[in-house]
């Protein structure tokens, strides 16, 4: 079978800055983002502060790396989505992929929901929200009226609650991913369906 029953940590393993921005969420999530210190990251990886250094100079640096790449796939579903027809088929595979992005990113997008404040200050918040905008333009049709702007806005939204709000609620994780993708796909076909009946 091999030693990969921790999905998380084998999902990205491999070079060691891949390593280090796991080892940095990890203690992020244990400790807080401010009482984290390089030293400390250094040593829970078993390197030199040198070696870490080697590939990032400080911790801002860590989290900017990590958002980037943990969100690299939105940028590609983004131009994906520009290049199709905006027909609902498109929108709801939209919506499906988004979900599974979101989904593989979950440690970072709880890193933001806890640390608010280190994210606004860093340039995170401002990539965040031009990555949203790239997305709401792919799912809005540009004649839609405002009611189904809003839906398709709620059905993003509906998906950033999911990574957070419905941590409280019993139930399997994936069951509640698809419960969650279900209302988003509801939202964007009844905007679809409401901007054809005009």
Not at 74 to 101: A, C, D, N
Not at 150 to 167: E, N, P, Q
């Amino acid at each position: 079978m091999g030693g990969t029953m921790d999905g998380t940590k084998h999902r990205r393993r491999g070079d060691t800055r891949q390593r280090i921005q796991d080892i940095a969420l990890e203690l992020f999530a244990e400790q807080g983002y401010e009482k984290t210190s390089l030293r400390e990251i250094a040593e829970r990886l078993d390197v030199t502060k040198a070696a870490l250094y080697y590939h990032f100079k400080t911790k801002e640096e860590i989290i900017v790396s990590l958002f980037e790449d943990m969100t690299k796939p939105i940028e590609g579903l983004i131009e994906w989505g520009r290049q199709q027809p905006h027909t609902l088929e498109t929108k709801q595979e939209i919506v499906r992929r988004y979900s599974q992005t979101l989904y593989e990113a979950a440690p970072l997008f709880q890193f933001m929901q806890e640390n608010q404040a280190t994210v606004r200050e860093l340039s995170i918040g401002e990539m965040f929200k031009n990555r949203m905008m790239g997305m709401r333009d792919i799912i809005i049709d540009p004649d839609a009226d405002l009611v189904d702007q809003v839906r398709c806005i709620s059905a993003l939204f509906t998906m950033h609650a999911g990574m957070f709000v419905l941590r409280d609620l019993e139930g399997d994780p994936e069951d509640k991913r698809k419960a969650v993708l279900e209302v988003a796909i509801d939202l964007v076909t009844q905007a679809h369906t409401g901007s054809r009946r005009a």
